[in-house]
């Protein structure tokens, strides 16, 4: 099994920034893309940005050029660092991995949330 354990959300202030973390661990060979999801209250999760070492990065209209999403494959970590921050930016953020394992199909992993509210 993989385990994601995401980590930084908070209570900020419009226009501040957060850096969300997210680490894997246990059983697998490499992780492929990895990527960070946004689901507000009452929306369904949608797609903010991702990473894949070989054919780089995408975000989302709505945070191009103020989110910055990063990985560090020696820590298994993937980090989310988010500028500019604005109310509509709030909902619970998970972070998601596809993992290659030995003899298995690849297979996405989730975390389980970290919130993150843009409030005055």
């Known amino acids: 099994q993989v385990q994601l354990v995401e980590s930084g959300g908070g209570l900020v202030q419009p226009g501040w920034s957060l850096r969300l973390s997210c680490q894997a661990s246990?059983?697998?060979?490499?992780?492929?893309?990895m990527a960070w999801y946004a689901q507000a209250a009452g929306k369904q999760r949608e797609l903010v940005a991702r990473?894949?070492?070989?054919?780089?990065?995408y975000y989302a209209d709505s945070v191009q050029g103020r989110f910055t999403i990063s990985r560090e494959n020696g820590k298994n970590t993937v980090y989310l660092q988010m500028n500019g921050l604005k109310p509509e930016d709030t909902a619970v953020y998970f972070c998601?991995?596809?993992?290659?394992?030995?003899?298995?199909?690849?297979?996405?992993?989730w975390g389980q949330g970290t919130q993150v509210t843009v409030s005055s």
């Open positions: 990473i894949h070492t070989g054919t780089g990065t």
């Open positions: 246990g059983n697998f060979f490499s992780l492929s893309t």
């Open positions: 998601s991995a596809d993992a290659v394992r030995l003899g298995r199909p690849l297979t996405t992993y």
